[in-house]
């Protein structure tokens, strides 16, 4: 199993731009989710989906988009992009229960500019 | 809501020197409680978790936590650290459903 995968890993935009992040995983894991980490900050969640077709929002969702049309993909995009969303982006799933432990990718460290 | 503290942002210790980082959470209900580890440029893994039964958890790499209810704590320590221990620890915790919140993170560095 390759696990959760991320991509891209580096990522530069200027302000006003839009990119998706993209996740995959290979486990059939239902629960999907986002998170940001900023230094001093932990990891904050973004946004999380715990089947294909259902998102719904985390702490600091402004700004971002989701979609789970698969159970393996959930892309998270950027709309418009600003100085403040420079940060590194983990994914991570489980399956559903809340005892199970979250796999994380590898992150998308994304710089704007 | 749930949160997680944890008190200690930076860490130093010796090769050998024992290891307590704390972790309070608040939550009014069942709580699963995590530690996670992230070493110098890679994801972040899992050290162990507290859901149910004995509250004294054994980890990876030697590490244990306890998870005190009272006292809304879930602290990890491992008797010896060694240098390949640096890393940024995260005590993380669940309530009702998958959704982790995460505590602001431990730098520690152990020294040789």
């Known amino acids: 199993n390759a696990g959760v995968t991320q991509t891209p890993k580096f990522q530069v935009l200027k302000t006003g731009q839009s990119m998706t992040l993209q996740c995959a995983q290979d486990?059939?894991?239902?629960?999907m989710s986002w998170y940001r980490q900023d230094p001093g900050m932990g990891l904050r969640l973004i946004h999380y989906?715990?089947?294909?077709?259902?998102?719904d929002q985390g702490e600091v969702p402004n700004g971002y988009n989701v979609s789970r049309s698969t159970t393996e993909d959930f892309p998270l995009r950027l709309l418009s992009a600003a100085p403040s969303q420079t940060s590194v982006y983990f994914c991570?799933?489980?399956?559903?229960?809340?005892?199970?432990?979250?796999?994380f990718g590898p992150g998308t460290r994304l710089t704007v500019l | 809501a749930q949160s997680v503290s944890q008190h200690n942002h930076h860490v130093i210790l010796s090769e050998a020197a024992s290891l307590e980082l704390g972790c309070n959470y608040s939550?009014?209900?069942?709580?699963?409680l995590f530690w996670y580890v992230q070493y110098p440029g890679q994801h972040l893994q899992l050290l162990l978790k507290?859901?149910?039964?004995?509250?004294l958890v054994k980890g990876i790499k030697g590490f244990e936590a306890e998870f005190i209810k009272s006292k809304f704590s879930f602290n990890l320590r491992k008797p010896s650290v060694q240098w390949s221990d640096t890393a940024e620890y995260f005590c993380?915790?669940?309530?009702?459903?998958?959704?982790?919140?995460f505590g602001t993170g431990t730098q520690l560095k152990v020294e040789l």
């Open positions: 507290y859901f149910s039964g004995d509250p």
């Open positions: 486990m059939n894991h239902e629960y």
């Open positions: 991570a799933s489980s399956q559903r229960s809340s005892y199970n432990e979250q796999f």
């Open positions: 939550y009014g209900g069942t709580v699963n």
């Open positions: 993380a915790v669940t309530g009702g459903g998958n959704k982790l919140t």
């Open positions: 989906s715990v089947g294909a077709g259902i998102t």
